[in-house]
Every structure is written in structure tokens, then in C-alpha cells.
């Protein structure tokens, strides 16, 4: 009897200490709801529990007034408008802005679900060649404008989509084999090149092998009707989306802008605060 109260207790322990965990993984996924007061109006956005690196990082940038007084220095129509240059507070007409960020480089939360539809925050970041992992600026983020896709445009899209990780791989595959590629071109000799090609190609099919990319049907859906941009998908981080003002955004997007995207007017967030 003893033994199973023992047991009993512990049980109890285990359950309570499993819930708190629970409640704690919870509160980490919970959503935060932020209002960008700007000179063009304001914009409500929420920020998703389940990309909490961005969250918090966001949160933290907003109560420090990172975001109050900087510009929407990037702006493209049908595309997007991208904001979160410090530097871009002081800057005067004419200065090239995009450089700089507030806080260190963020890990890549890529979640399946988040994509980028018309009305979703996604982090700037670095390109490719200097940047593999796909880190997010600490402080540069967009929001999503785009266009409406035609079904036969996404098919030819996913198919480029693939493309461009096969070239990858194979390009890393190949960098991998540099001495012995540079010996079979200093002999001349063709026939161990093509051999070498062919099984760096069916090593990367093998390795692709279903992690290729492929658009869901809520994307696809989404993009034949609401819009955004389906070529930025796995590349760079959505970590929230507008729910109010997307009337604004699409001011903004519509906005003149010289030769380096940004507008000729200054359009500024004012400031940024968090209401939920």
C-alpha cells in the first residue's frame, strides 16, 4: 500500500510538472499584436508564437524604439515594402539605406504553414553567397504586397523552385570534388568528367530525394486569389501577418521612389507599440 502511494505521488508530480511545461510551451507560442502607427496610417500586425526568435526579437525592438521615427526605405509595387533600417532615421533625401541593423543576425524559422501571402511580415536577410543558413536581419523586415498567380505560373515556378536546390546541392557536391574536377580538366580527359557529372547528378537526386519543394494546396489557393509573393517561400522567414491596414500598405506600395526603391516622400513609422 505504501509502494503505491509512493507511486501515486510521483505520478502526481510528474502530471503537474508536465502541465506546467505545457502552460509554459503555450505562453511561448502565444501571439503578439503590434500597431505600426505610420505617416500614411496605421497598420496592425501579428506576430506568430510559433516563430519565437522573430517574436521576441520584434517585441524587444519595439519596446526599445528600434522602429519609431525609421523610414519604409525599400519600396516596390506588387511586391513588397520593407522597413527596419536604424540608419534611416536621420537620413537624409538621396542616401542609399538597407545596410544597417539593430541586434545580432536571427536563425531561420521556417515553419510550413507561414508562407508568403499578400499581408505577410517576413524578415530581410543577407543573400545567399554570404549568408547559406538563411539568417534574418536582427532588425529589416517586409510586408508582402505581390500579385495574383495564375495556376500554370506557380507549376512553372515550383519547377524553377526545384531547380534552384538542385543547383545547390550539386554546386556544393562539386566543391566538394574542386581537386579531383581540376585534375580530369588538366588531363583532358572528358570521359572522367561526364562520369564525375553523372554521379554528382544522381547523388543529388538522392538527396533531394522528397525534400524537393512543392507549394501545398492552401498555398497555391491563396496565391490564385489573394496574391503574394510564391517565390520567396523557404527562403526567408514569415513570422507574421497584417490584420488591419492592409488599406495603408497598399498606399505605401503605390508610393514614387527613385532608382534605388525608395520613395521620394519620406513614409515613416512613427511609432510601433504592442497592444495585445
Same mark, same amino acid.
Given at each position: ?37 505610420? #505617416? ?12 519565437? !526568435? ?5 517585441? #524587444? ?72 543558413? +538563411? ?7 517586409? !510586408? ?35 581537386? /579531383? ?8 580527359? #572528358? ?7 553523372? /554521379? ?28 503574394? #509573393? ?20 497598399? +498606399? ?14 519620406? !513614409?515613416? !513609422? ?7
Amino acid at each position: 500500500m505504501g509502494r503505491l502511494v509512493v507511486a501515486l505521488a510521483i505520478c502526481l508530480c510528474l502530471s503537474a510538472a508536465s502541465y506546467g511545461l505545457n502552460k509554459q510551451n503555450r505562453m511561448e507560442e502565444k501571439d503578439t499584436v503590434v500597431l505600426l502607427h505610420t #505617416t500614411e496610417g496605421n497598420i496592425k500586425i501579428k506576430l506568430y508564437g510559433n516563430t519565437p !526568435i522573430h517574436r521576441d526579437n520584434f517585441v #524587444t525592438h519595439v519596446k526599445d524604439g528600434v522602429y519609431d521615427s525609421v523610414l519604409f526605405h525599400r519600396v516596390i509595387n506588387e511586391f513588397m515594402i520593407q522597413a527596419g533600417d536604424p540608419s534611416s532615421k536621420t537620413a537624409v533625401s538621396g542616401t542609399l539605406l538597407g545596410a544597417s541593423s539593430a541586434g545580432e543576425e536571427l536563425t531561420a524559422e521556417f515553419v510550413p504553414e507561414y508562407f508568403h501571402k499578400k499581408g505577410a511580415i517576413a524578415a530581410a536577410r543577407a543573400s545567399d553567397a554570404v549568408n547559406p543558413e +538563411k539568417k534574418s536581419s536582427g532588425s529589416q523586415f517586409y !510586408i508582402v504586397t505581390g500579385k495574383v498567380y495564375k495556376a500554370n505560373e506557380l507549376v512553372a515556378m515550383e519547377k524553377s523552385m526545384q531547380n534552384k536546390q538542385r543547383q545547390a546541392v550539386f554546386g556544393k557536391l562539386a566543391e566538394e570534388h574542386r581537386t /579531383e574536377i581540376l585534375n580530369l580538366r588538366r588531363t583532358r580527359d #572528358t570521359l572522367g568528367l561526364q562520369a564525375l557529372q553523372n /554521379e554528382l547528378i544522381e547523388k543529388t537526386e538522392q538527396l533531394l530525394a522528397g525534400k524537393l519543394f512543392h507549394f501545398s494546396p492552401k498555398q497555391k489557393e491563396i496565391y490564385v486569389t489573394i496574391g503574394g #509573393t510564391p517565390f520567396l517561400d523557404g527562403d526567408y522567414t514569415v513570422f507574421g501577418e497584417v490584420v488591419e491596414g492592409m488599406d495603408v500598405v497598399d +498606399k505605401i506600395q503605390q508610393a514614387a521612389t527613385d532608382r534605388n526603391d525608395r520613395p521620394e516622400k519620406d !513614409i515613416r !513609422i512613427l511609432k510601433a507599440e504592442i497592444v495585445e
